[in-house]
Every structure is written in structure tokens, then in C-alpha cells.
């Protein structure tokens, strides 16, 4: 199979690791509009050969749109435009319903698979590419009965032969609600805690140096890429903003109790809190 990826980042290039490894593909042609992340993925040997969007659409089985949503938004339709009813388009963006929504009516819609494939690191480009990135992480379908039998086993095939990921399968809407809580909600409380910290450190230079685990391990996700982040936060802005708003009930709870001085409260809170070792490894 022929797969065409479009943008060559991390999950592009993760995608293109294991795509070769497992032989899902056996031509991989890559779009990239960053010279040097381009330069990098040929370098690294991510893709076989490079092509302008145009071609690399035409001559594929298979499409995967891995770039941001605010670019999967402006550029599937036209990728629509250009399929015949023998090829698939796979989209691996972090939002949903604005992404079905503006290609609800196209004529090519059932050539589309909306899916999320719920892998990732903080780093970005090709160099921060990784095979098994994805290995037995959740890949999650969308929408699918708008999409034709055969290219939603296509989709099938690339998630679980070529990437090795379980599947589920939801509405775009569910998906967006679920995707502010576990997902977008974490990069906002480690955005915060990076951004209060810096001024804290402006301070007290010597204040990182104490960072252990706990400060390494929320704060990670605040090196994430502003170019993927802001449009994925501005398209779910709606759930996430219903996420912010619970969470800081949570926040104004605990505030209370340590202003307070009420250890019973607190203990309590923090019992509560820890029956999510039930959902975790």
C-alpha cells in the first residue's frame, strides 16, 4: 500500500517508523512545509520520497493527515477534492466536530475516517519521532457510520496491523467532551503551572534547582509545541472552558479547606481524590 503522510512531525513521523517496520506500507511519500523538519525525515529515511500535496494525494492508497487541526480544517476538503472512490483519508487530529462538521456534505465524506490516536510526547519534529510511539495506546474512530465499509477497514488496518493500537469507536461530539478532560484540560494546569512558577523564578533563580518528580511530571506537557496547542484549544474551547469551570470548583474546594486550617477536610479531599488509582497503572 502506498501511504501518503502529510506533516512529518512527531506523529507523522512516528506513523511513517512503524508503517515501514510493520509493512502496512510499502511506499511512503511525505508532505512537509518545514524545510528543515523535511531535511530531518529524509535524513532519518521516515519517507521514501517527497511530493507536492497535490501529487502525493494522487498517487496514494492511503492519506494521513498528521499536522494541526487548524491546517486539517483548511486543507481536507481540498484533499476530498482530489481522492477517487479507491483511496482514504485519515485525519489524527486532537479535535473532532469542527473537522466532520466542515466536510459533512462533501460528495467524497465517505472516503474520510475522523480518528485520534491518543499517543504523544511534549517534543516535537521528526527527530522526536519514535517507533512503538503508539503501541497499545487507544486510537479512537469517529463518526463512523459516514464513512464507506471499505475505507474504515483501511483506517482498521493502519491503527491496529500497522501502528499496533486498540480501538474504539464515538461520536465526534462525545470525543471532544472526553478529549477536554484527559487530554486538553492536563496542558492547561501544566501551561499555568509553568507560567507561575517562571514569574516565581524571576524571584528566586535558584527555584527550579529543587524541582523534583512531582514538579517534572506536571509541568512536562508545558513544553508542548504553541502551533499544535492554541488551534486544538481554540476548536474545543466550549468543553474545555466546562472542564476549566469544574476544575476550578475543585481548586476554590481546596482553597478553602487549607485557608481554613481544616486537616479533616483536606484529608478528605485528598482520600477522594485518590480513588483514580482505580482508572490508573
Known sequence: MTVTIVGLGLIGGSA???????GLASVQIGVESDPDHLRTARQLG??????ALAEAVTAADLVILAIPVDAIL????DVLDRITDRQTVVDMGSTKQMIVDAVRNHPRRARFVAAHPMAGTEDTGPAASREHLFASRI???CDTADSAPDALATAERLFTTGLGMRLIRMDAARHDLNAAYVSHLPHILSYALALTTLAQERD????FSLAAGGFTSTARLAKSDPAMWEPILKQ???NLLAALGA????IATLTKAIADDDPARIRALITEANRIRAFMA
Open 139 to 141: 486510537a479512537i474512530l
Open 247 to 250: 476544575y476550578q470548583e475543585h
Open 16 to 22: 511513517a517508523r512503524d508503517l515501514a517496520r510493520t
Open 74 to 77: 483548511r486543507i481536507l476538503p
Open 46 to 51: 521516515l519517507i521514501d520520497r517527497e511530493l
Open 236 to 238: 474545543n474551547r466550549h
Open 204 to 207: 528566586d533563580p535558584s527555584l
